[in-house]
């Protein structure tokens, strides 16, 4: 069964950081597609970090580029270091994925999400003096 929990999210100061974690299992992660997507109150979910191995893409969506970094290791946890963070980076932060990834990262960070099979339960991010 797959199973994705996210975990280090909080509140933290404009110009800090946070590290999110998204520990996986019931999938072989080196053949997944993983991304990273969020909820900001009032606006639509985005996608904000993709990575495909079919390709061996990253994506990063513009609001977060030289910022954020998508982090896979050698186990079965992907991360995203977030530095520089913003005020209008706040919001509800998910995992996602779906597999065997078959499309670049962009495609999944920006297609219809609701397509993509596998979801954390989301965890929250506050960015605030």
């Known amino acids: 069964q797959v199973e994705l929990v996210e975990s280090g999210g909080g509140s933290v100061q404009p110009g800090g950081s946070l590290k999110l974690a998204c520990t996986t299992s019931g999938f072989n992660l080196d053949h997944y597609f993983i991304g990273w997507f969020r909820q900001a109150p009032g606006k639509e979910r985005e996608g904000i970090s993709c990575?495909?191995?079919?390709?061996?893409?990253t994506y990063y969506a513009d609001s977060v580029k030289g910022r954020f970094a998508l982090i896979r290791d050698s186990t079965n946890t992907v991360y995203l270091q977030m530095d520089s963070l913003m005020p209008e980076d706040t919001g509800v932060y998910y995992c996602?994925?779906?597999?065997?990834?078959?499309?670049?990262?962009?495609?999944?960070?920006?297609?219809?999400?609701?397509?993509?099979?596998?979801w954390g339960q989301g965890i929250q991010v506050t960015v605030s003096s």
């Open positions: 990575s495909s191995p079919s390709d061996g893409s």
């Open positions: 996602a994925a779906d597999g065997p990834a078959a499309l670049p990262a962009s495609m999944y960070c920006s297609g219809p999400h609701s397509l993509l099979a596998h």
